[in-house]
């Protein structure tokens, strides 16, 4: 739970007790977990949230990973979220996650929950997606670095994230 959460067990434990209070964004997504029904894809097999993308990459970015292996989970989460059938499991997915400690991931996280709202035919996007922090204040060019390859780039980027300064290729997202 402390995972699909994005805090730590010792956290969990503590707002349990009632030795600690948690935020409102860990709160939203305590109440989006509650609110899971009962046979929930979450129940019987490991899917990420953002909030567990959101860590990992926290996580990754203290360990100094490589780039292209912290957005292997960013695809992971993108593939995973169409097996998400309710809306009580896609809520749980959405909600905000904590910052990564790189406003570069935390803009792309943002531009990824909007794409998989707009892909999944959803009405809205999480309100958290258009907070100034999610937005960059220059162009980060995940896939394509050398300039020469700039205006591939940004044909080529998710609308979602292109609108926050991410240019990351839609081609990055598909399955092999």
């Not at 409102?24 to 989006?32: C, D, G, S, Y």
């Not at 957005?71 to 995973?80: F, W």
């Not at 990824?112 to 937005?135: D, F, Q, Y």
């Not at 390859?149 to 300064?165: E, I, N, S």
């Amino acid at each position: 739970m402390a995972e699909l959460l994005g805090t730590s067990q010792a956290n969990v434990s503590a707002y349990e007790t009632g030795r600690l209070t948690p935020g409102p964004a860990v709160a939203a997504r305590i109440e989006a977990f509650t609110a899971l029904p009962d046979d929930t894809i979450y129940r019987d097999l490991w899917a990420p949230t953002l909030a567990s993308t959101a860590m990992q990459l926290r996580e990754d970015i203290r360990a100094g990973v490589g780039e292209s292996d912290m957005l292997r989970v960013i695809i992971q989460a993108s593939d995973d979220f169409p097996k998400l059938t309710t809306a009580a499991e896609r809520a749980f997915f959405l909600a905000e996650p904590g910052p990564t400690g790189d406003a570069r991931f935390d803009a792309l996280l943002a531009g990824l929950a909007v794409h998989l709202c707009r892909e999944a035919g959803m009405e809205s996007t999480p309100a958290w997606t258009r907070a100034p922090g999610r937005l960059l204040d220059e162009i980060c060019w995940f896939d394509s670095p050398a300039p020469s390859l700039h205006a591939l780039g940004l044909r080529d980027a998710v609308p979602a994230m292109r609108a926050r300064g991410v240019m990351f290729s839609r081609r990055n997202l598909e399955s092999v």
